[in-house]
């Protein structure tokens, strides 16, 4: 069976940038969408344009610059909005118009004080008035993860049959079970007639810690395009993170799932836009991390020296990180301590790496890592001691 494409639809630019202290100006924003373009994404969601003029100035001021991927702009549904949207993505070689209403009864009636009928037909609407500016109308039907399975998939048929090509099933709240988001993207596979003529997307968030599981169980039930940042930047616990999805599809190839996305620029990327949008990335956070290949234990150190694929999935270069580390604590190894100091240059028998192991446990008792300074010292030490 051949591989099928996933489209990468990032929103680094726009959902990212919601993340209080992450504003953007128009000249970092165009740096990143050429990054993004370079790293291969499909789609760039380049901002909100109606927000503000800035947004507006950025959309535009992107759609001339991107030549590869399609430019994306938000609206809600409303006329304005879109016709805003259109004119920022004048410009665009690939424009996409992103609409959209809440389709679960918490925005139904708390949100719109509306009933279902009513934004049935402002979802319509709104497609068709996207459709007149673009033929790429992307339709989202916000807090889906929440909404009636039998009534999104009437919204769905809807909004495609007026003329959507991509439907956005988010999760907004970041609510669904994996297998709750799967069986939601399976039940609308199944049950809306023309789902043949648009792809669904994935837009999960990570209020539970499970949007990436969320958007590969979506991919895995039929969806074709993932909407996600870098760094799973968002708002409140953030979006589902770029780097993670790309890496799963990458490292299971059983699925017969792929994206377009240069791998080795990954954690190059990571590192831009945390320095870019002043948000620092966690030392544990999975593929991009400080720590995503570093090992402390002794039991993972001595396996990984012998073997490497023992304790790490991803070679380090695939994703454009630096070489893994051993990192010296008092869980480590007498095979761990070896390494590093034939690493410095010391050539050590066993029975001399025994003893100075001894010394070794001292200093790591007494520090949280111990440093390439630590072992001159102690190797000098001990040369000097048994000359």
């Keep these: 069976m051949p591989q099928q494409q996933v489209q990468i639809f990032d929103t680094t630019l726009r959902d990212g940038e919601q993340v209080p202290g992450c504003k953007l100006v128009t000249k970092e924003k165009i740096e990143l969408a050429l990054a993004l373009q370079e790293l291969g994404v499909d789609i760039i969601e380049a901002g909100f344009p109606i927000s503000s ?15 590869n991927a399609t430019v994306c702009g938000l609206s809600r549904a409303v006329q304005k ?12 070689k690939k424009p996409r118009i992103h609409t959209g209403i809440g389709t679960s009864d918490y925005h139904i009636k708390g949100k719109f004080n509306s009933t279902r009928e009513e934004i049935l037909q402002r979802a319509i609407q709104c497609v068709k008035w996207a459709k007149n500016f673009v033929d790429d109308v992307e339709f989202y039907a916000e ?9 999104l998939a009437t919204v769905v048929e809807a909004v495609i049959k007026a ?10 709240t970041g609510y669904c079970l ?21 792809i669904l997307s994935c837009h999960c968030h990570n209020d539970l810690g499970l949007a990436t599981a969320n958007s590969i169980a979506g991919v895995m039930n039929g969806a074709r395009q993932i909407e996600c940042t870098i760094n799973g930047l968002g708002e409140r616990a953030g979006n589902t993170a770029l780097e993670e999805v790309v890496m799963v599809l990458q490292q299971h190839k059983t699925l017969g799932l792929y994206t377009n996305v240069n791998s080795k620029l990954l954690n190059p990327l990571s590192r831009r836009v945390s320095d870019t949008m002043r948000m620092q990335v966690q030392p544990n956070k999975a593929i991009v991390g400080a720590n995503a290949f570093s090992h402390s234990s002794g039991i993972h150190q001595d396996g990984f020296l012998k073997s490497a694929i023992t304790y790490e999935i991803i070679d380090p270069v695939d994703v454009g990180a630096d070489t893994s580390k051993i990192v010296l604590t008092a869980r480590s190894g007498r095979s761990a301590l070896a390494f590093r100091l034939h690493k410095l240059g010391y050539q050590f028998n066993r029975n001399e ?11 790591a008792d007494s520090k949280k890592e111990v440093v390439d ?7 000098e030490i001990f040369a000097t001691t048994n000359a």
């Design 53 to 67: 003029p800035g947004d507006f100035e950025s959309v535009t001021e992107i759609s001339k610059i991107i030549t």
């Design 81 to 92: 909005d879109i016709e805003v949207a259109a004119a920022a993505l004048k410009f665009a």
């Design 143 to 151: 807090d889906a993860g929440r909404t009636d399975n039998e009534y």
């Design 163 to 172: 003329g959507a090509t991509v439907v956005n099933i988010p999760d907004t």
């Design 178 to 198: 994996p297998h709750q988001y799967g069986e939601k993207i399976a039940f609308l596979r199944n049950n809306v007639a023309n789902i043949d003529k648009a």
């Design 353 to 363: 790496i025994d003893a100075l192991y001894t010394a070794f446990l001292g200093i």
């Design 373 to 379: 300074e630590d072992l001159h010292q102690m190797a």
